[in-house]
């Protein structure tokens, strides 16, 4: 089964370089396929050249769509690590 949230960037920097790579590490750490989409673009959630080119910006709207064994984990993980940890970081 495949789990997906949608939600929005608060975070000041978006998901740009330091963000981003930790999105990346924090993905790298579940087996399941994880992808982000924005504006009817994707990209492979461990891959930062790939995340960097979706240019995510403070106030997007973005999906995070997990299939594997680990999906409902990496979704409850990457979101907290979006709404909660990073907007922490920018204060």
Do not use: C, Y
Not at 33 to 55: C, E, F, P, T, W
Not at 71 to 90: F, H, M, R, S
Request: net charge neutral; glycine share 6%; no cysteine.
């Amino acid at each position: 089964m495949v789990r997906e949230v949608k939600l929005k960037i608060v975070n000041k920097s978006g998901l740009h370089a330091r963000p981003a790579a930790v999105f990346v590490q924090t993905a790298k750490s579940f087996s399941s396929k994880i992808v982000v989409r924005k504006g009817g673009r994707s990209a492979d959630s461990k891959n930062i050249l790939q995340l960097l080119s979706l240019g995510v910006d403070m106030g997007d709207e973005i999906e995070i769509v997990a299939d594997g064994p680990d999906e409902d984990k990496a979704i409850e993980q990457l979101t907290k690590l979006l709404l909660e940890v990073l907007p922490e970081q920018d204060k």
